[in-house]
């Protein structure tokens, strides 16, 4: 028996009490706070697409701020206020909740509710991350583009609310959970790191090649020209690539065989991949087939150690263009070295590749882990009515 089931015997023999929110909380729904109102210095404030991205399940500190004239005009949060937001562009993610647990009175602006109430913080925060409270969003939950679970309907739902000791033991246990699953994370992470950068270095040595002819990659390139692609079907049978990798699928490909595909336009304009088989490139993507002189994976590595993202021109919207390309000079080895030097490359790349994907699967099943445990510490034994 674990130490909740023997506090839970105890303390509640005969299950645990549902509430409604709206009974044992108050609910104060923010209004306003847009981004250009925060600032580095000033009273503490969670703008609320902050907490999907920057927030995990409490906070004792902020990463914005707003000036001490705007706060007074805000939903305040004092310790053990929860703040929950009420719209995402998805079900799954609204309602995400962070209790502030800081010293200090902090604000919260529009989209955002702050919840007052009597439990232990952090573990109402947790159960808004359980299925019992994601089956009760949903059938609350209103809109298609932007999905909105407001102040009063969150006052509806239905929660177990076990003594204070109990709560307080979840809490300890989930905590403890969190904070081994960041250690392991970290961990996995630094070992993925220094794998990139042995890479980086091997890459950049075998890549240095002082004594090859240099030549344009214009001379090398049998073709460049940017991708055409402009209709996409959903399930379709072969991929369609973009600057950021696979970005949908259709039925009708306009490319086969092997091909780089250099991103040219954007925040990953310079970005190098390699493709095969049948496939087709939106418009906003170079397609650069080598020539036999010029080996497809040594190209490859070349590309990509050359960072084409520094030759990008343009201000608020980066550019890699067919004819800068062209004109770019680069090391040929004859064709043998080439083929021995990609070799290598090749075998490392896809040592890192492993480990990444391992880390994810790692990552993955640890996640999943967690969630078994926090589901089963925040589901109870209904007390009778």
């Known amino acids: 028996m674990s130490s909740v089931d023997t506090l839970l015997a105890e ?21 306003g706070m847009p981004k250009t109102d925060l600032t580095d210095s000033g009273v503490g404030a969670i703008h609320y697409g902050q907490i999907y991205t920057r927030y995990g399940v409490w906070a004792e500190s902020t990463f914005s701020f707003v000036t001490p004239e705007k706060a007074v005009k805000l ?7 929860i ?6 562009e998805n079900i799954d993610d609204v309602c995400k909740a962070v209790a502030w647990l800081g010293s200090e009175p902090i604000v919260t602006g529009g989209h955002a509710t702050v919840i007052k109430h009597s439990l232990d913080p952090k573990y109402l925060s947790y159960w808004f991350q359980s299925p019992a409270f994601v089956k009760q969003k949903r059938a609350l939950a209103t809109g298609t583009k932007v999905i909105d679970v407001s102040a009063k309907q969150l006052e509806k739902v239905r929660i177990p609310v076990p003594p204070l000791e109990v709560q307080r033991e979840i809490v300890r246990i989930l905590d403890q959970f969190t904070q081994l699953e960041a250690e392991l994370e970290a961990e996995l992470e630094a070992e993925l790191e220094a794998r990139k950068c042995q890479f980086a270095h ?12 240099s030549v344009t990659v214009g001379e090398i390139a049998s073709r460049i020209s940017s991708g055409r692609n402009t209709q996409r079907v959903a399930g379709g049978a072969y991929p369609v690539f973009g600057s950021t990798g696979q970005i949908g699928t259709t039925d009708a490909p306009q490319y ?7 991103a040219r336009v954007g925040a990953n304009a310079g970005r190098v991949s390699a493709v095969r088989g049948d496939y087709d490139v939106s418009d906003n993507t170079l397609v650069l087939r080598p020539s036999q002189a010029w080996n497809d994976h040594f190209a490859f590595h070349q590309l990509t150690q050359m960072n084409l993202n520094q030759y990008a021109v343009g201000g608020g919207q980066p550019l890699v263009t067919a004819r800068l390309l062209k004109s770019l000079r680069i090391p040929l080895p004859p064709l043998e070295d080439q083929c021995r030097i990609a070799g290598v490359l090749d075998k490392f790349d896809a040592l890192v590749n492993d480990l990444s994907i391992g880390l994810a699967a790692e ?4 996640r999943k882990q ?9 589901t109870f034994k209904e007390a009778a009515e």
């Open 83 to 88: 703040i929950i937001t009420n719209t995402s």
């Open 363 to 366: 990552q993955a099943a640890r």
């Open 11 to 31: 303390l509640a023999p005969g299950g645990v009490e549902r509430r409604a929110l709206g009974d044992i909380a108050t609910f104060i729904r923010g209004n």
């Open 256 to 262: 086969s065989g092997e091909a780089l595909l250099i």
């Open 75 to 81: 939903a305040a949060a004092s310790t053990g206020d």
């Open 370 to 378: 967690y969630e078994y445990y926090r589901d089963k510490l925040l």
């Open 202 to 213: 091997m890459r950049a040595e075998a890549l240095a090649l002082s004594g090859a002819p």
